[in-house]
């Protein structure tokens, strides 16, 4: 009998061996005669059991986790494909996996489930249901139901992203673009990742649907250039969804065009920011624009642009197909629908989490992290990226909601949670802020530019104890200078890491 | 990775006719090339600005604005160490430091023997695995100064393709 088995391939299992895995598993199988039906699935998110073999069973899918090449020929030993419950490496049913079972997944329902590039897999998994459901309402009643859905941009800047969509929708012009903003540099973040290499399609969708919903007919995913996984499948996905009609010049016959390309970064942080992100895609310097005029009137080549992100676009589908209400009916206050979370850095049970706004980092870096991967006590997290503030253990009982974090300063950014043990050195991490700005700054504005060099300087000199109290002084009125400042939020949030480590950690400035 | 091919003008000039119609083609028109022949050589920006209408100045300031385009060929293989957070709180400091010192190189160069150019990079995605090495085009998780060693000797140990 034929048995289905299922080897991930996106880049973390692959980083972990599942190239290796699935190698060694169809050898092995051939020499045992067992037929089997490989599958390269997408990744469920469980970072820390990659390489994660999934077999179908009667009951389900079982799962093993973490294989390493030399596990595989004993898990087919003790009845792999049977789904034997007797083996050091077996998970149970996947889906019952707390980890798994405690999620809200609406965005990421389908990663790891289906082969990421088979268009008959995302159909059976209630895909391309929400680009049909656009194709019968008007432009109006599309951004209507993204209003209603709460959605606010998953980037990091929560703007409203129905209020976006509407500003290009009632803006006339002969050429209207979407942009999907995939250059997911913040560390410690990888939905996009994720999003991208394991359902490609829902991207796709989701920007078809911007597409009809604001007149646009041509959309550009700007990717990257640290994800050629995510590029290579995201370019065969457009091609063949061109070709089942859901992409090109007449989708699914409606007689309404909208064509989609992938252009790939050349690993600037700074391409991230929006207008930044535009100059890169009229093919210049990454040099960051004056607003106004926004992107929405003035965007790509001049034109009215909808530029969200990933995360953003990738919700839209959920949206269409089940209505605005259903997704809003989702989180906490003013922060609505479910927030992808990254557990990153030192973690034990790193992955992708997505649950509904309104959780507590503790609940998260504990119940579904479970601590750190040195099984040493944690001191500090970074919440948010490189942007944004690192918070001590008095601030993890804080529910994750943009309103909460913006009080005390600190960002939920695009979900990237970046855990540290108390081997950390916070004056390090402060320094690092600084330095990554100082690489990264696309140097059109000076607090931002200068600002990033001076404040290495001055946080050496505060690790060499010179003048110390007069240079933290200093340091905090640069960063004063900084924030106010800055023409993005490049260098006018690189303060908020380093004023962390001032107020939170200020031990660590004086050794 | 196959190997790339030796530069000449008019291939960078194929490269540049292939996309030059593309609206903002100049970024597009620099990663074909350096896929092409592993870095930008100089003598491909005046065909470049020639061909698109631009200046030179405004091709070399693009070029030299994003980290990915380089114009010196790099050794046989590029290996990038994740320098951004989430890797260093699981280690990523004392592999770059590792990796420094037995490469016996800084960033940005390459081994004396040609074979490995050391590269920073922030952030590969895969942070939950960390610290991460990426070495051509494959990323590998959770990388020590133990394993990191043995990548490098498997990079220079591997056999040459016979063509």
């Known amino acids: 009998m034929m048995v289905r088995v299922f080897v991930p391939r996106d880049t973390t299992a692959q980083a972990m061996g599942a190239d290796e895995v699935a190698d060694r598993l169809t050898a092995e199988a051939d020499a045992r005669g067992l037929e089997i039906t ?32 030399e596990d595989v020929a004993d898990l087919l030993d003790a009845g792999l494909l049977e789904g034997t419950a007797e083996h050091p490496l077996a998970q149970g049913l996947t889906e019952a996996i707390p980890y798994l079972a405690h999620q809200q997944r609406l965005t990421f329902a389908r990663i790891g489930v289906t082969d990421p590039l088979s268009i008959a897999d995302y159909l059976a998994h209630d895909g391309f249901h929400g680009l049909e459901t656009a194709l019968t309402l008007d432009t109006q009643a599309i951004v209507d139901e993204v209003k209603t859905s709460g959605l606010r941009g998953r980037g990091g800047a ?50 078809a649907i911007a597409g009809l919903a604001v007149g646009a007919t041509q959309g550009y995913i700007y990717l990257r250039s640290e ?3 995510a590029h290579r499948i995201l370019d065969e996905a457009i091609e063949r969804a061109e070709q089942a009609g859901y992409l090109g010049a007449d989708i699914r016959g409606s007689g309404r065009r909208f064509d989609l390309e ?131 253990e008095s601030q993890w009982d804080m529910p994750l909601d943009y309103e909460t974090f913006a009080g005390v300063g600190a960002g939920i950014g695009h979900g990237g949670v970046v855990m540290f043990d108390d ?23 000076t607090p931002c530019r200068i600002g990033s060099t001076r404040g290495v300087e001055v946080i050496d000199r505060i690790l060499a104890d010179q003048d110390r109290d007069a240079n933290l002084e200093l340091l905090d009125e640069l960063c004063e200078t900084m924030e106010d400042g800055s023409l993005c939020a490049m260098g006018g949030m690189t303060p908020f890491p380093v004023k962390s480590v001032m107020t939170h950690f200020p031990d660590d400035l004086q050794r | 990775m196959s190997a790339p091919a030796e530069w000449t003008p008019p291939l960078i000039q194929d490269e540049v006719d292939a996309l030059k119609d593309k609206p903002g083609a100049l970024l597009p028109i620099l990663h074909a ?131």
């Open chain 1, 423 to 445: 081997t950390v050195d916070m004056a390090q991490q402060a320094r690092f802020s600084m330095e990554f700005c100082k690489v990264e700054s696309c140097g059109k504005c």
């Open chain 2, 33 to 163: 090339i350096q896929d092409r022949v592993g870095f930008i050589p100089d003598a491909a920006v005046p065909i470049i600005a020639e061909s698109l209408g631009l200046t030179r100045a405004e091709v070399h300031g693009v070029i030299s604005f994003y980290h990915h385009f380089r114009t010196a060929r790099p050794g046989s293989h590029v290996v990038r160490i994740c320098r951004a957070e989430a890797c260093q709180a699981v280690g990523a400091r004392a592999l770059e430091a590792h990796a420094k010192a037995s490469l016996e190189v800084d960033y940005h160069q390459t081994t004396r023997d040609q074979e490995i150019t050391l590269e920073a990079v922030y952030c590969l995605g895969n942070c939950a695995c960390g610290p991460s090495v990426c070495v051509d085009d494959r990323v590998h998780g959770r990388v020590t100064p133990e394993t990191f060693d043995r990548l490098v000797d498997d990079l220079r140990t591997a056999p040459l393709e016979v063509k």
């Open chain 1, 262 to 392: 992938v252009r790939l970064g050349a690993g600037a942080y700074i391409c991230g920011e929006e207008t930044s992100l535009l100059e890169s895609l009229e093919g210049k310097r990454g040099m960051v624009r004056y607003k106004p005029p926004l992107p929405a009137i003035e965007g790509l080549f001049g034109r009215p642009t909808v530029v969200n992100n990933v995360l953003s676009l990738a919700a839209i589908p959920y949206i269409l197909a089940h209505g605005g209400q259903a997704y809003a009916d989702y989180g906490m206050g003013r922060s609505r629908g479910t927030l992808a979370l990254q557990l990153a850095g030192n973690v034990k049970r790193g992955g992708l989490v997505e649950l509904a706004f309104g959780t507590t980092l503790r609940e998260l870096m504990e119940d579904f992290g479970g601590g750190t991967f040195t099984e040493r006590p944690l001191r500090a997290v970074q919440v948010g990226g490189p942007l944004c503030a690192y918070l001590p």
């Open chain 1, 38 to 69: 490989l599958t390269r699935n997408g990744s469920r998110g469980l970072a820390w059991l990659e390489p994660l073999i999934e077999v179908e069973t009667e009951a389900g899918r079982m799962a093993y986790g973490p294989v390493a090449v």
């Open chain 1, 227 to 229: 994800y050629p996984l």
């Open chain 1, 158 to 207: 929560a703007f409203p992203t129905g209020i976006k969509w509407q500003t290009v929708h009632d803006t006339p012009s002969d050429q209207k673009y979407i942009v999907c903003n995939a250059d997911e540099g913040d560390s410690g973040t990888f939905a996009d990742r994720l999003a991208m290499e394991c359902d490609p399609y829902m991207l796709i969708e989701g920007m």
